[in-house]
């Protein structure tokens, strides 16, 4: 008769060094026991041992390191995401507000914020086209940014236009940073195009083998994608972007009357 999945050697392993990792006996970036060492530890074959490492890994604890070990992950500051980073007040600034840990009232920090940018005149597809309200193949701006906090990347946005929108303007240049003095929305407003309302889907999926990579995530950790319309007040979309989240970085909170 096999062991059930929870009363497995590897899965009592893999327990009691969560458990480790939890009360802070590992710390962020400690180096875990070798597979050999844990295999003596715990009287068990070493193929039981790399089972362990690898739940942990799969769960996002620990990440290995080619040629040198496991280690424990690093926690990254969380931020908080709700309509208020869409305020004016706020397009033109560059620093971002982040917390210890996912719970309301955490230790902040301040970091800055950055990003790179690569601009492209593309062809719209049938989800660009909709959001836009264009036609399938309609030239459109993209563009693609790579969002940091502090040097390390956090999300990755990816911006459409329609060409008339923003034709000339500080939003099709490719330096990397805000466009212009004020952002994209503060350009937008500037066309007389002022963003009004905004309509946000979230999904939580696994990365794409390149997003990993851009993302540095380590395996098994989950992204959320923002697919995000903004429209004028007459209801005009004047942008449609799209945002891959590293899942551990962000925590969405929202506050609204609950509706008849």
Known sequence: MQDSPDTAPSRQIADAIRSEITAGQLPPGGRLPTVRDLADRYGVSRNTASKALAILKTEGLITARTGS???????HPIR????DRYARHRWQVTTVTAHADDLPGSATVEQQGGQTQEVALVEADRTIADALGVEVGAPVYERARVMTRDGAPTHTMTSYYRREDVEGTSITDPRPGIAGQGGGFAVLVSRGLAPHEIT???SARMPT??????LE???????VEVCRTTRTAEGRPIEYARGVHAASRFVWSFTYPIPD
């Open 69 to 75: 070990g496991a280690y424990v992950r690093e926690q």
């Open 80 to 83: 908080r995401l709700g309509p």
């Open 200 to 202: 946000e889907d979230l």
């Open 209 to 214: 083998t390149e997003e990993a990579l851009l």
């Open 217 to 223: 995530l380590p395996v098994g950790e989950p992204v």
